[in-house]
């Protein structure tokens, strides 16, 4: 077995028992393999060892990936990373899943893509729960309290779920980094709670997807209810 297939094994049985410590089934949580930098050959080893889901984070090396790797035919591609306007071509074309729209403005030029090429594509939606100014994705910092930062979300995912070609699945976030463990379960379960709202608001809609956690978190992030984790540095190494 390849050094990526024992890691992967190691995620799965990580992820299995995460699920059982909250009472949910590992069968619900999807693990995207976190291949951005890596070269083809480790995507090939992580496939080999049962990996369908991988997950790029730029719009060019996506698109080679994509190609050089077209042989994988039931591999689904998830781009995670934030999208400039003018690289969102490939990612109409090419992705799955994509995890990270932090604005109204991407969502419509893809879903203008979309339209074109004949596709649909199912998307999280970006929230910033922890405040950091760092962060990209909606201001949600504080939106239990603040009426108007809620409205603002609910405004902005509202328009974005009513787009044509686009299917909001839920919501993404990343947690805090180098923080306490309270804090970072604090901001998926405060993700998680913003999820239950938004679907109570936009009911039509579908919010039953949440997309969190990383190499250093993902246990918390499944205790606290994610169905998506996002798994790079813990299956294929450290990145150059
Ligand atoms: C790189 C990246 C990950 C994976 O991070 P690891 O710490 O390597 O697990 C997850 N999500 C996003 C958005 C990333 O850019």
Known sequence: MSVVADRYQAIVERVVQAAQRSGRSAEL????????????????????????????NRAT???VKHAELAQLRDANWHFIGNLQTRQSLPIAQYA????AVDRVKIAERLSRQLVEIGRNLPVFIEVNVSGEESKHGFQCGTWENDDRQRETVLQAVATIAALPRIEVRGL????????????IR?????????????????P?????????????DFEIAIEEGATHVRIGRAIFGERH
Request: hydrophobic share 45%; glycine share 6%.
């Open 96 to 99: 799955d899943h994509f995890h």
């Open 204 to 216: 039509d809609h579908d919010f039953s997807a949440l997309s969190m956690g990383m190499t250093d």
């Open 172 to 183: 993404m976030t990343m947690a805090p980094w180098g923080v306490d463990e309270a804090l």
């Open 29 to 56: 949580i999807t693990i995207v393999a976190v291949s951005k930098t890596q070269p083809a050959d480790a995507l090939i080893a992580a496939y080999e060892a049962g990996v369908r889901h991988f997950g790029e």
């Open 61 to 63: 090396e996506f698109a």
């Open 186 to 202: 604090d901001v998926f379960r405060r993700t998680r709670e913003l999820s239950l709202w938004l679907q109570t608001q936009l």
